[in-house]
């Protein structure tokens, strides 16, 4: 029989650490995933929520996750248990539902997302099943659940969501944040980040786990106000390099 | 409907740089990069997942973000050089050019009469534009890799070959035949790529070579002034600095 994959960035995280997990954005697709390898992201968040991921994309790029030995996350887009459940069929292993505003949108997370007797997960067995012994037994440790915290409202009932087990990490998302307390597109604004910091420390306080879109600006801060899951976005990784090249070039060569 | 410039061959012709950016062979990462004002992506269909199913797509990208879309195809073959220009490919890399004669056949398959034979179709880059097969060559830019021992012993006469644009000096292959694989930044290798340039450049032909994170400065000192750089470069020197600020805390 097959072991389950163990699901690295949660293991991570119950043992304190810190998690960096690297968006598909303007980075994406199982061959692009797979050249990942030698910097081995704990983790790969795959962009359903916004982006082209869908159910027929999830077994060719969770397995291109797999090989490289990062967990498989999906940003779903919609807080539904039979689309959490069946990307978890289909081979995520982590499933982050966004705009989750109270405490029953966080339960219906964890009924969707958890087998029998934490919740209610369709029966099936999954691409990371195939071959495992007991896997509906097993399936509940090794996934991950995120929620998004990114309307002001969930910021008003946060102690109540806080309150809901086998939620893995509760993810400020700014952006969203932002429009919704009347600042859209300004997730840099005063008012949002200070929201933002208190959300953080709310959730340290509770003892879970927080998460955010982490850079080299912003690191700093998070991590003092207890952030464990970090969100990379390759863009800017990807601006620099090119800007770095274009100026070096434009002086060194161009008429 | 007018053809679509090309961005490449306009800004060599300038005296400028081009750099070509790989590892984005995805449609949507392709017009997610435009913020960055690129000038040129290379699809890659000699190494990796670049074919017929998806030059449609990766081209219209980067026409939409208005950067050149180039395609490197497997090998310097007749078919393979029109089809991909046929797909929407603005420019042909052809890797392994070893004799006059490759050189010759790239020429043949890239641009139409009075230069070459290239099959009679009209491309992607041709679809309502009057005239398409006399602007066409106009339009086509033309790369070939010297990247083999055979092919420096011939270069003279391969630099004789009109209407190519860019003599592309490949370190990795070279560096294979030199006795030193995968060391491209090996001194000999270096020098070997640097005195090839110098020969491109003297016959007043234009010249590329990689530049990578570990020799983009060198590169770019070489006369050479077509590279090829790659995303993945970037990515992993992004997230690596993000991850080693991370574990300092």
Not at chain 1, 178 to 191: L, T, V, Y
Not at chain 2, 236 to 249: A, D, K, M, P, V
Request: with cysteine.
């Amino acid at each position: 029989m097959m072991e389950l994959r163990q699901n690295i960035a949660k293991k991570r995280l119950y043992e304190g650490k810190t998690v960096t997990c690297f968006a598909l954005w303007g980075y994406a697709g199982s061959d692009h995933i797979e050249r990942l390898a030698p910097i081995k992201p704990h983790a790969i968040w795959m962009e359903g929520e916004h982006g082209n991921v869908d159910f027929g994309d999830l077994p060719n790029q969770t397995r291109a996750c797999d090989i490289i030995g990062s967990t498989p996350i999906l940003r779903v887009n919609q807080n539904d248990q039979g689309i959490i459940y069946r990307s978890l069929d289909l081979g995520a292993m982590g499933i982050v539902v966004p705009h989750v505003n109270n405490k029953e949108e966080a339960e219906n997370v964890v009924e969707g997302g958890k087998f029998y007797p934490i919740g209610k997960r369709g029966s099936f067995t999954s691409r990371q099943g195939i071959g495992v012994k007991d896997y509906h037994n097993l399936a509940n440790d090794q996934t991950m659940l995120i929620i998004l915290i990114e309307d002001i409202i969930a910021v008003d009932n946060l102690d109540s969501i806080l309150e809901v087990d086998n939620i893995d990490v509760f993810f400020l998302a700014s952006g969203d944040l932002a429009q919704s307390m009347g600042f859209p597109g300004q997730n840099d604004h005063k008012e949002v980040q200070k929201v933002v910091d208190e959300s953080l420390k709310r959730i340290s306080a509770k003892g879970k786990i927080s998460g955010a879109i982490g850079n080299k600006g912003n690191v700093k801060s998070l991590y003092e106000n207890g952030v464990k899951f970090y969100l990379c976005d390759p863009r800017p990784y990807m601006a620099e390099g090119f800007q770095k090249y274009q100026d070096f070039a434009q002086k060194a060569l161009d008429k | 409907m007018k053809i679509r410039k090309n961005i490449i061959k306009q800004r060599l012709k300038e005296g400028k740089h081009v750099i070509a950016i790989e590892n984005l062979n995805d449609p949507n990462s392709v017009e997610l990069f435009a913020p960055n004002n690129p000038h040129c992506f290379w699809f890659e269909g000699e190494h990796w997942i670049a074919d017929v199913q998806n030059i449609g797509d990766l081209t219209r990208a980067a026409d939409l973000i208005e950067a050149t879309p180039i395609v490197r195809v497997p090998r310097p073959e007749y078919q393979l050089i029109y089809h991909a220009l046929d797909l929407g490919a603005q420019g042909i890399s052809v890797p392994h050019v070893k004799t006059k004669k490759d050189a010759e056949l790239v020429v043949r398959a890239s641009k139409f009469a009075p230069i070459g034979q290239r099959g009679m179709f009209t491309s992607r880059q041709g679809i309502g534009v009057e005239n398409y097969f006399k602007e066409a060559n106009d339009e086509t830019f033309v790369l070939v890799f010297i990247e083999d021992l055979i092919a420096l012993d011939n270069l003279d006469e391969i630099l004789e070959v009109d209407n190519i644009d860019v003599f592309f000096v490949g370190p990795g292959d070279l560096s294979q035949e030199l006795g030193h694989i995968g060391e491209q930044t090996h001194p000999e290798v270096q020098k070997v790529v640097q005195d090839t340039i110098t020969k491109i450049i003297a016959k007043g032909r234009t010249a590329g070579t990689v530049a990578s994170l570990s020799n983009y400065e060198w590169a770019m000192k070489t006369g050479a002034r077509f590279f090829l750089s790659g995303a993945l470069d970037w990515i992993y020197s992004g997230f690596t600095e993000f991850n080693q600020t991370l574990e300092q805390l």
